[in-house]
């Protein structure tokens, strides 16, 4: 069983920033696959990004590519999103998930955390 906490979220305008956290208590962290996807109002949940085990092999949905950034650290057993150049569009609840199957973790991960919300104004 893997815990997940996401943090970070919040209001910003256009143009801005937020860096996401997500906290994991796997003892094993290292051996997960993590993502984040999203879910806006009325809309599915979607894919944004993900990075495999160890740090350097990331994947990202064309919408957020070259503005949002997946990182890891595996001593703090935290995943990350960094997102800036923000847009309205990129208001969604945001979920961070895991998998210890990488071929698992772009679509149908077995974990999930609660969400934190990201609002940006225009």
């Known amino acids: 069983q893997v815990q997940l906490v996401e943090s970070g979220g919040g209001l910003v305008q256009a143009g801005g920033s937020l860096r996401l956290s997500c906290a994991a208590s796997?003892?094993?962290?290292?051996?997960?696959?993590m993502g984040w996807f999203r879910q806006a109002p009325g809309k599915e949940r979607e894919f944004v990004a993900a990075i495999a085990y160890s740090v350097g092999t990331t994947y990202y949905a064309d919408s957020v590519k070259e503005r949002f950034t997946i990182s890891r650290d595996n001593a703090k057993n935290t995943v990350y999103l960094q997102m800036n150049s923000l847009k309205p569009e990129d208001s969604a609840v945001y979920y961070c998930?895991?998998?210890?199957?990488?071929?698992?973790?772009?679509?149908?991960?077995?974990?999930w955390g609660q969400g934190t919300q990201v609002t940006v104004s225009s």
């Open positions: 796997a003892r094993t962290f290292s051996r997960y696959a």
């Open positions: 998930s895991a998998d210890l199957a990488l071929i698992r973790i772009r679509s149908t991960p077995s974990y």
